[in-house]
């Protein structure tokens, strides 16, 4: 998708489904949009149960990001997020110029 879509996805979003599971794992899925039409680009799972090192959500966001960024050349004009904070800063270390908007 992303061959093929490349330069025209001008905005991402990511969002996760928290707390649907025993296990502790968070998925989370980045989402594009060409032409008006929505499209998945990738997902990550993070475990997310005990203690973990400040940041460390936000750290594997990024990786996650950025691979997008450097393989497909992804950059995106708007990112969308809910309030999330890990979701947020990593939207906004990636692409730092994207402006960030959250869902209502």
């Not at 750290?59 to 309030?83: E, M, N």
Request: proline share 4%; hydrophobic share 40%.
């Amino acid at each position: 998708m992303l061959e093929k879509w490349d330069g025209q996805i001008r905005e991402v979003a990511i969002d996760s489904a928290w707390g649907t599971n025993r296990a502790g794992h968070e998925i989370f899925v980045l989402l594009g949009e060409a032409y008006g039409s929505g499209m998945p680009l990738g997902y990550i799972l993070i475990k997310s149960i005990g203690r973990s090192k400040p940041d460390s959500k936000t750290s594997l966001l990024v990786q996650f990001l950025q691979h997008f960024r450097d393989q497909y050349t992804l950059d995106p004009k708007f990112t969308l997020s809910d309030k999330d904070f890990a979701e947020i800063g990593a939207c906004q270390t990636v692409w730092p110029d994207a402006k960030h908007q959250l869902c209502f």
